[in-house]
């Protein structure tokens, strides 16, 4: 790892609880220095987003929810596509990881974790329209063919004991 990939220092108690140094430098901007470091290292391809935006619109409403450092379209209360940097991450669900590892997929893995039923598909297999649509359509109509989630009720503040 060079220095360039490794993240700003987070501060320590110490130094959240010390006064601001003299160059001006806070907690905040460090907080600030790791955003922009996040950001970077994490972000997704707008134009990849536009044209998987393009495939989903006709068939499906979809939200867009940014979340594991990428952009998640949520169809039918439940995540179809991801983007994460120039790649896909496709819900094939557990019974479709063999079939799409087979076409050219890889199994989606956060950290030292393989995601169940998810997978990860490279920019090279997505380069024409076609390609795209083969691996974006599927995931849309999996989602579309699950009965919506219920709405999550708001947790309750606890009541304090005695």
Do not use: C
């Not at 110490?14 to 290292?41: F, I, K, N, V, Y």
């Not at 956060?110 to 691996?135: C, F, H, K, N, Y």
């Amino acid at each position: 790892m060079t220095k360039a990939d490794e993240p700003p220092p987070t501060p320590s108690l110490w130094t959240a609880s010390r006064a601001p140094e003299p160059d001006g430098a806070s907690l905040r901007s460090l907080s600030t220095a790791q955003e922009r470091w996040h950001d970077a290292r994490m972000a997704y391809d707008d134009a990849l987003a536009a044209r998987v935006r393009d495939v989903i619109t006709p068939l499906a409403e979809a939200g867009e929810i940014k979340m594991f450092g990428g952009l998640t379209f949520m169809v039918n209360t439940h995540m179809a596509v991801g983007l994460v940097r120039d790649q896909l991450m496709l819900n094939v669900g557990r019974d479709g990881v063999d079939g799409a590892v087979a076409a050219g997929a890889s199994p989606m893995r956060m950290g030292e974790r393989v995601m169940a039923g998810m997978v990860s598909v490279p920019a090279d297999a997505v380069g024409t329209q076609l390609e795209l649509e083969s691996w974006v359509q599927p995931a849309v109509m999996r989602a579309l063919a699950k009965p919506r989630k219920k709405p999550k009720q708001p947790k309750q503040p606890k009541q304090p004991v005695g």
